[in-house]
């Protein structure tokens, strides 16, 4: 064995008492590199989570998934008007994985809105139900969280390829580097455009 890689948890890395150190004990050459792409999880995890604003925009997209899975009849409304993709509950790890959870309202967001509108006015629904969707129905067309939503999809995007790419079996530590470098310029291209603009 020349090296070792996994995930970040300490009963694999740790030094004294993880995996990493009983491999260590029977060939002290096999080195230990952790996941690229659990790293990288690691890095936007901590990222999203100290940002207000994406913590109140994932609860909000949570909350509506909350709404309609919480209900066959809502669900129905749901389906009714978005027949493509359907809200999907937030990953809590890993956490480039919630672009599934906004892919569809990325792209079917005024579908999704009629579905949350005709929950206020449905008969079906009790006085709770209808208040919730009336919420709803405000956080989703507020300015701050369509732009959250466009921009947070094409961040997580373009994070999830590099992630996906990073666990293939063909990756070397060249193309990793390389991968992460494209990361950092997009970022460093985003952020000028968002001044620029």
């Known amino acids: 064995m020349r090296g070792q890689g996994y995930d970040n948890g ?39 989570f100290s940002c207000t604003l994406a913590v109140n925009f994932f609860n909000n997209i949570q909350e509506l998934y909350n709404f309609f899975s919480g209900s066959n009849h809502r669900w129905n409304i749901l389906t009714n008007h978005v027949t493509n993709l359907t809200v999907k509950p937030l990953s809590e790890t890993p956490w480039e994985s919630r672009i599934n959870a906004l892919e569809p309202l990325r792209y079917h967001i005024d579908e999704i809105y009629d579905a949350v509108y005709e929950s206020t006015l449905d008969s079906m629904i009790d006085a709770f139900g209808k208040c919730t969707a009336m919420g709803i129905a405000k956080k989703i067309t ?13 961040v997580l995007f373009k994070i999830n390829l590099v992630s996906k790419t990073l666990q293939m079996k063909t990756v070397d530590l060249q193309g990793a580097l390389k991968l992460i470098e494209s990361v950092k310029y997009f970022f460093g291209e985003l952020g000028i455009r968002k001044w620029t603009e």
């Open 10 to 48: 300490s009963n694999m890395k740790g030094k004294n008492v993880g995996v990493q150190k009983r491999i260590l004990d029977l060939n002290p050459r096999a080195f230990f590199v952790p996941c690229g792409s659990h790293s990288l999880n690691l890095v936007v995890n901590d990222a999203g």
């Open 142 to 154: 507020d300015f701050k969280f369509l732009c959250c939503l466009v921009t947070f999809y094409d």
